[in-house]
Structures are given as C-alpha cells and as structure tokens.
C-alpha cells in the first residue's frame, strides 16, 4: 500500500503568488488612474492656472512689448538723423549733437534687444548692463526736460548751456548775423500793411523777440516793425552791452531802433527767443527720453522675474 501511493506536487504557492501579482496590477490601476485625475484637477486648479498665464507671459506677451517698445528708440534716432535742423543751429554746433543723440539711441536700441535674446543663459548680467544704460538715458532725459538742475556747461543742449552760448557776445554777433541774413523779420518788414498789425502772441518766438520791442516798453505802434515810445515806457528790461571793454546796462527799450538791419537784434529778448526756438527740439527728445527709460526699465525687470520665475518652478 506504501508503494502505490502517489506524491502530488504541491502547487498552492504558485497560486497565491500569481493571485497577489494579479491583486496588486488590480489596485495599480486605479490608483494610477487617481493619479491622473489629481493631476488634472491641480491643472485645472487656481494656482494650475497662474503658472500658465506666467509662463505664457514669461514667453511671449513680455519680450513682444519689450520689443516693440525698443522700436521706438529706432524711430526716435531715424527721426533725429533726418530732421531738418533750426536755421543758425549750425553755429552752437547743434547738428552734430543731434546725430550723436541718434547714435546714442541706436545703441541703446542694440543693446535692449542683445539682451532680451540672452535672457535665458545670462539673466543677471542682462538685467545690471540694462539698468546701468537705461538709468543714464533717464539722468540725460531729465537735463534735457529741464527737470534737473544739474546742467553744467559741459552737458550740451541743455536749457542751461543754450543761455551761456547764447549770451556770449561773441556767439550772439554771429548768431545775429545768422538771424538777419535767414531774414527772420522780413515778412513783417515786407509783407504787413501800415494798418494791419500781427498778433505777437502767434508769431514765432524769435520773430516775437527780434523783430518787435518787447510788450513791457508800452510802445505805441505805426506798423509791424515801427513803434515809438511813450512817455511812460513801464519797466525796463536790462541787459548787457560790450562797449569797447566795458560792460554797460540798456533796456530792451533803449536798444529797440526802427531801422529794419537792427530793430530788436540786440535785445535780451530775442536771445530768449532764439534759446527758445532751437529749444523745443531738445526739450522733447528730455521727455521722450525719460518716458521710454521708465518703460523699459519696467519691462525689463518683469522679464527677470518672469526668468527666474520659470526657472524656480522647473
């Protein structure tokens, strides 16, 4: 009987194990299907969304306006490099400032952009070498506007250095000249009937200081550029004559003459309305300077955060 009984293989670990792979393969499923679920739910969450419009805004919204904002310092320098220069500016030296005010702006517009192109490998750097030129364009913008009354004669084409160069008697005698040969009273000389005066307060300011006395003499007037003097005359304007060495002080009433070759010319007046003149240009360049430096300076900065931004949450 020992002999034909049979020894049957026992195969019940085989079967629990292959039971266990099965049961755990069953659980895996769901579970990694919560998973996904989970991870759909935080994409779809409030804070899913905001890494999105960052990294949408990192990428693409911000570098487009830092872009497109650098386009104007390329508009502004063509603009200064074509436009046609005041008559006289020539003899303060004025256009070859104006192309190097271009130069300038086109190298900032290199630079801006050289830098939104490394922004990823060297943000830093990218950020500092930005602040430093865009902090100087603000300090230039600002003397320009003639909001800074750091101006020193050193800084050309400021409102500062305009009436230095411009009361120096021997820049004004050939400024004057310049002036009279450009004929900048002859239409009034000319062209203006007896009874028919301008409006003073339309005309150009170098046509309003050289060519008329000034409006404190209370002059009476025959025409345009032929007034003559009562016998109360008001305030008078002083200024400066050079008289052989010596400095001597005449109003602007005093030195208003009726003869068309000097009428007003050597008046303070129309200094200040030559400065006036040749200023304007200069003055907006101050305020276009100092509105496009805060604006870069401010997209710059949002792109280095944006940056590290990115690189934070990689």
């Known amino acids: 009987m020992a002999d034909s009984a049979q020894v049957v293989p026992v195969e019940e670990p085989a079967a629990t194990a292959t039971a266990m792979a099965t049961a755990i393969t069953t659980t895996s499923e769901p579970e990694a299907k919560s998973s996904d679920q989970m991870e759909s739910q935080s994409n779809k969450s409030p804070a899913g969304t905001l890494v999105t419009i960052m990294n949408l805004f990192a990428i693409g919204v911000l570098p487009i306006c830092t872009f497109f904002l650098s386009l104007t310092l390329l ?19 004025l ?32 950020l500092v070498v930005m602040f430093v030129i865009l902090l100087l364009m603000l300090f230039i913008g600002l003397a320009y506007a003639g909001v800074n009354e750091m101006q020193t004669r050193r800084f050309q084409a400021t409102g500062t250095w305009f009436k230095l160069k411009v009361m120096d008697n021997v820049n004004w005698n050939n400024i004057k000249s310049c002036v009279y040969d450009k004929g900048a009273c002859n239409d009034l000389v000319y062209g203006s009937p ?25 002059m ?29 002080r005449l109003s602007d009433c005093q030195l208003w003459r009726n ?56």
Request: glycine share 6%; with cysteine; aromatic share 14%.
């Open 75 to 93: 508009g502004y320098a063509v603009w200064l490099l074509y436009m046609r220069s005041y008559d006289c500016e020539d003899i303060l030296g």
């Open 95 to 126: 256009p070859r400032i104006q192309t190097i005010a271009s130069v300038g702006l086109l190298a900032v517009f290199v630079v801006s952009n050289v830098a939104l192109f490394l922004r990823r490998k060297f943000p830093m750097p990218a």
């Open 194 to 218: 007896k009874d028919k005066l301008y409006n003073r307060r339309k005309l150009p300011p170098i046509k309003n200081g050289c060519c008329m006395p000034p409006e404190t003499c209370n």
């Open 220 to 248: 009476d007037a025959l025409n345009t550029t032929f007034w003559y003097r009562r016998k109360d005359e008001g305030q008078p304007l002083k200024t400066e004559v050079l008289y052989g060495g010596m400095v001597g």
């Open 259 to 314: 003869d068309w070759s000097v009428l007003c010319y050597d008046c303070r007046s129309c200094k200040l309305g030559f400065v006036r003149s040749v200023r304007r240009k200069w003055w907006q360049l101050g305020v276009f300077l100092i509105v496009i430096s805060i604006l870069l300076l401010i997209s710059h900065l949002l792109i280095f955060l944006a940056t590290f931004w990115e690189r934070f949450k990689g």
